[in-house]
């Protein structure tokens, strides 16, 4: 990252981004369709050339997806002319601050009306930036990064799993996970795809690439099938399916919360192998632990207190009830 921003000239502080967006985890996943380590969504990923299929999703990849961040982020800049503004864009949109900019009158960051999570985004970023650019001060002490990853990519034109090619390699299949973190499933799509190997085993590669086998792998579907039933909510099925109420609603035309018994509902299907998945709420201080009951099994998620939050407002949210959250939160009253 710091190489790409002294190679665009664009400010080093911008390198503490992904503190604020993912924790520097390349698969993070929000329950608002945003993944990888700078948290694109779909449709931006696309338009910033990070390609998405059943077999590859690029947001995952750090070297790809740096790339298309700050892309995005010179372009916001390049368009609001102010990096707060562009800061600000990037975490609710570039239409939404623009039109904020023009009924508003102002181009200060500090004077506009905007999303809450917008106006607390940029403190919380330049939070960070001072407290990774001062860590003495608050005697903090972060552990020393390993070593970058030195290798070189060589093209596979078929589809192979990842163990076959670390066990080709003598190497972790687990390294080569970690040099690939945008395959979705350990396995490379049919039409071929460029894997990252350790450097200097990019020709022993090529010279097994007839030995490894061919994988036979359907991805899962990208949608399930889900049946409503007796004390369903939207707010249960989406912790269920680790989406959003909005997003169901979404996928599945409706107009209103409201849900029937019976009804056949579209959910997100399995995204990734071992995915991370990030918070959406990035905003606040305290967690709290929010629950739903579905089909006779519990299923928790977690929440960050915002201002004016209650528990039974929480409670009313998420399908729950103000004890069951005591309950899980250890909360006495």
């Known amino acids: 990252i710091r190489n790409e921003l002294a190679a665009r000239g664009m400010p080093q502080e911008l390198q503490w981004l992904p503190a604020v967006e993912s924790n520097f985890k390349p698969r993070a996943y929000s329950w608002a369709d945003a993944a990888g380590m700078w948290q694109f969504i779909m449709d931006t990923g696309k338009r910033y050339g990070l390609n998405r ?13 740096t790339g298309a961040a700050l892309d995005y982020l010179g372009d916001l800049y390049d368009m609001l002319g102010d990096w707060h503004l562009a800061l600000a864009a990037y975490n609710c949109g570039e239409s939404r601050v623009l039109r904020a900019v023009n009924r508003q009158g102002t181009s200060d960051f500090w004077r506009l009306s905007l999303p809450r999570e917008t106006l607390r985004y940029v403190p919380r970023f330049l939070a960070a930036v001072y407290l990774f650019e001062n860590p003495e001060q608050y005697n903090v002490t972060f552990p020393d990064l390993e070593p970058a990853f030195v290798f070189e990519e060589t093209m596979i034109h078929k589809s192979v799993a990842l163990v076959d090619v670390a066990e ?27 894997i990252r190997v350790p450097l200097g085993l990019g020709e022993t590669l090529l010279a097994a690439a007839d030995e490894i086998p061919e994988a036979k792998f359907t991805p899962p579907p990208e949608t399930l099938k ?29 107009r209103s919360d409201r849900i029937r018994i019976g009804r056949v509902l579209k959910v997100p299907g399995k995204r990734y192998n071992n995915t991370v998945y990030a918070s959406t709420q990035r905003s606040s201080t305290a967690a709290a632990t929010v629950a739903q009951t ?19 407002r929480l409670a009313s949210r998420f399908g729950t009830t103000v004890s069951m959250l005591r309950q899980l939160n250890g909360l006495r009253n």
């Open 294 to 312: 579905a089909s006779s099994s519990r299923i928790t998620g977690s929440y960050t207190i915002r201002r004016g939050d209650t528990l039974s």
């Open 168 to 194: 080709s390699l003598e190497i972790a299949p687990e390294q080569l996970k970690e040099m690939n973190p945008g395959i979705r499933y350990g396995v490379t799509p049919p039409e071929g795809y460029p």
């Open 226 to 254: 889900y049946r409503v039933r007796r004390g369903d909510t939207l707010g249960h099925i989406a912790l269920r399916y680790r989406t959003s109420v909005r997003k169901l609603k979404s996928m599945n035309r409706l």
């Open 53 to 65: 299929s059943g077999f590859v999703d690029d947001r995952m990849d750090p070297y790809k997806a």
